[in-house]
């Protein structure tokens, strides 16, 4: 059966740092892209980062560029999300996801409909 779960999510001070953490099992990261996304109270849900099954590519949403970085551990089967330079706006649940794909795959995407498999979730609140 196929499973993902998130953790680290946490309180955080504007300027702070967190890792979320993706774990996944019942299958291999080698089929699978795995992205993030959020979504804030009353917003719609935001991709925020992907990494392709093959790892070698990655993508960002505009607003985290330059301060999250997303990591992926095989030996693990667990994909990360460091996220640096906090905002209050970076306020929301955050989510990973799957999407089946080729062995080994470049294919990274944002979309929120592309993604079949879902973890339930982990709060990230970045306040004073």
């Known amino acids: 059966q196929l499973r993902l779960e998130e953790s680290g999510g946490d309180l955080v001070q504007p300027g702070g740092s967190l890792r979320l953490s993706c774990a996944a099992s019942?299958?291999?990261?080698?089929?699978?892209?795995i992205g993030w996304f959020r979504q804030a109270p009353g917003k719609e849900r935001e991709g925020v980062s992907c990494i392709s099954s093959s790892g070698g590519r990655t993508k960002y949403a505009d607003s985290v560029k330059g301060r999250f970085t997303i990591s992926g551990d095989n030996a693990k089967n667990t994909v990360y999300l460091q996220m640096n330079s906090l905002k209050p706006e970076d306020t929301a649940v955050y989510y990973c996801?799957?999407?089946?794909?080729?062995?080994?795959?470049?294919?990274?995407?944002?979309?929120?409909?592309?993604?079949?498999?879902w973890g339930q979730g982990t709060q990230v609140t970045v306040s004073s």
């Open positions: 996801a799957a999407q089946r794909t080729a062995y080994y795959s470049s294919y990274v995407g944002l979309g929120h409909y592309e993604f079949h498999y």
């Open positions: 019942g299958f291999t990261l080698n089929y699978y892209a």
